[in-house]
Nanobody, 127 residues
Framework: QVQLVESGGGLVQAGGSLNLTCATS????????LGWFRQVPGKEREVLSC????????YYTDSAKGRFTISRDNAKGTVALQMRGLKPEDTAVYFC????????????????????WGRGTGVTVSS
């Protein structure tokens, strides 16, 4: 069973930075694509970034490109999201996600493809 626990959220001023970390545990987790999503109350959960299991392929949504960087350390069982140049519209709950190896990497952008979610960590960006 895959388990994910996010940390690193908080309050930051516009233009600031935050580093989110997700601690993972479970069998064969190094074979899973890992990603970050976020959700604003009343809106659908949206993908920000994904990273493949082995080849290091990455995906960024347009709102994340150039500002966010995803990384993973399979030995430590962590996936991180470095966020720079934060804007008030980045305020949301951020979730770590694991996509099983039975699916193509391209499926990591789909919330329905996620096998396991963390509980989320809140990020608030003040103007």
């Amino acid at each position: 069973q895959v388990q994910l626990v996010e940390s690193g959220g908080g309050l930051v001023q516009a233009g600031g930075s935050l580093n989110l970390t997700c601690a993972t545990s479970g069998v064969h987790l190094d074979q899973y694509a890992l990603g970050w999503f976020r959700q604003v109350p009343g809106k659908e959960r949206e993908v920000l970034s994904c990273m493949s299991a082995g080849e290091g392929r990455t995906y960024y949504t347009d709102s994340a490109k150039g500002r966010f960087t995803i990384s993973r350390d399979n030995a430590k069982g962590t996936v991180a999201l470095q966020m720079r140049g934060l804007k008030p519209e980045d305020t949301a709950v951020y979730f770590c996600a694991a996509v099983p190896p039975t699916l193509l990497f391209s499926h990591c952008v789909l919330p329905g493809s996620v096998e396991a979610w963390g509980r989320g960590t809140g990020v608030t960006v003040s103007s």
